[in-house]
T-cell receptor, first 112, second 114 residues
Framework: GNSVTQMEGPVTLSEEAFLTINCTYT??????LFWYVQYPGEGLQLLLK?????DKGSNKGFEATYRKETTSFHLEKGSVQVSDSAVYFC???????????FGTGTRLTVIP | DSGVTQTPKHLITATGQRVTLRCSPR?????VYWYQQSLDQGLQFLIQ???????AKGNILERFSAQQFPDLHSELNLSSLELGDSALYFC?????????????FGPGTRLLVL
């Protein structure tokens, strides 16, 4: 089947720390991979995406590389800010099933 | 602002009642998706419409139904409500129906069933 596994949260980091949120997937067919972010009280916003193996998605200092050999799409940021505090969702879509399959979400809190 | 609008923002109702949630997609987007976010089930896909036609169905209960109108706005109808239907309901839209299309999410409707 299609599923996404994210590292359990919550994650608490100090400002300027390095962030990694792990995401692995199983998929029928060749998936497209996404990271969405949900700020408090808001809807989900697309953070970045990658549609084929070895593609790197990047946005706002965040990046993730589509690794087919390890079925992973880990999210990284070199230096987090307080404003990055949010819930991060890894997601995939597959041919023939256009909806997104989401992970459980990882809550990140960045403290000054 | 994603360009996707949802109304109402909050809804409080009683068990057994029926409610309608409304979604307007981004200008030009033909595809609309509905998702449910709850504490125990996470984010789950309910149903997709593309240009007025039902395209895909996920874990949508028989008590729930949806439609997309000629002006492309969509409504999600929830009937015979139960306590467990309390959740955040998101609408998303994309230009086309394809797998690689980016989905843009609305702010959600928070439903509380008492």
């Amino acid at each position: 089947g299609n599923s996404v596994t994210q590292m359990e949260g919550p994650v608490t980091l100090s400002e300027e720390a390095f962030l990694t949120i792990n995401c692995t997937y199983t998929a029928t067919g060749y998936p497209s991979l996404f990271w969405y972010v949900q700020y408090p009280g808001e809807g989900l916003q697309l953070l970045l995406k990658a549609t084929k193996a070895d593609d790197k998605g990047s946005n706002k200092g965040f990046e993730a590389t589509y690794r087919k050999e390890t079925t992973s799409f880990h999210l990284e940021k070199g230096s987090v800010q307080v404003s990055d505090s949010a819930v991060y969702f890894c997601a995939l879509s597959v041919p023939g099933a256009n909806n997104l399959f989401f992970g459980t979400g990882t809550r990140l809190t960045v403290i000054p | 602002d994603s360009g996707v609008t949802q109304t109402p923002k909050h809804l409080i109702t009683a068990t057994g009642q029926r409610v309608t949630l409304r979604c307007s997609p981004r200008s030009g987007d033909l595809s609309v998706y509905w998702y449910q976010q709850s504490l125990d089930q996470g984010l789950q896909f309910l149903i997709q419409y593309y240009n007025g036609e039902e395209r895909a169905k996920g874990n949508i209960l028989e008590r729930f139904s949806a439609q997309q109108f000629p002006d492309l706005h969509s409504e999600l109808n929830l009937s015979s409500l139960e306590l467990g239907d309390s959740a955040l309901y998101f609408c998303a839209s994309s230009l086309g129906p394809g797998q690689q299309e980016t989905q843009y999410f609305g702010p959600g409707t928070r439903l509380l069933v008492l």
